[in-house]
């Protein structure tokens, strides 16, 4: 049985492979997601992303019964959204917290996650192939 996971991106990553390459890299997150898609043939995969912190909760309550994972980089609302942590907190589906840079060596203020505590897990500072790591751990739970 094919497993669901859900790509749930916040603001700002629109711009991977644009913004800030020696943080993010250059790659862009269609070119990265394609290639999710074609290594794990064996989930379908949903993605979204979108800048607006109300629409990141609306799809957490759209499909957290009812999927079987969430990856979710919420980009800087990782630090200041009580709103995302409770929509974390009420639903079924495991939401693994994913940060492309290592939040913990960038500013102050980039050390809090309000997420964390909702999430099974977290993977911070491996790139994109933070990602792959959440999507592996959510195939085997």
């Known amino acids: 049985m094919k497993k669901e996971i859900l790509i749930l991106n916040g603001p700002n990553l629109n711009l991977?492979?644009?913004?800030?390459?020696?943080i993010y890299g250059s790659t862009t997150f269609e070119e990265y997601y394609a290639s999710l898609e074609k290594k794990y043939p064996e989930v379908t995969f949903r993605y979204f992303q979108s800048n607006s912190e109300g629409a990141l909760v609306d799809k957490i309550?759209?499909?957290?019964?009812?999927?079987?994972?969430?990856?979710?980089?919420?980009?800087a609302y990782t630090h200041t959204s009580i709103a995302?942590?409770?929509?974390?907190?009420?639903?079924?589906?495991?939401?693994?917290?994913?940060?492309?840079?290592?939040?913990?060596?960038?500013?102050?203020?980039?050390?809090?996650?309000?997420m964390a505590k909702s999430c099974v897990g977290s993977i911070?500072?491996?790139?994109?192939?933070?990602?792959?790591?959440?999507?592996?751990?959510?195939?085997?739970?």
């Open 124 to 141: 911070i500072g491996l790139g994109l192939k933070g990602y792959e790591l959440a999507v592996e751990y959510l195939i085997e739970l």
């Open 84 to 114: 995302i942590a409770d929509a974390i907190s009420a639903v079924k589906s495991p939401v693994v917290e994913v940060h492309i840079s290592n939040v913990a060596k960038r500013e102050t203020f980039r050390h809090i996650s309000y």
């Open 61 to 75: 309550h759209e499909v957290g019964f009812e999927i079987d994972g969430i990856v979710m980089n919420a980009g």
């Open 16 to 22: 991977l492979g644009k913004r800030e390459p020696d």
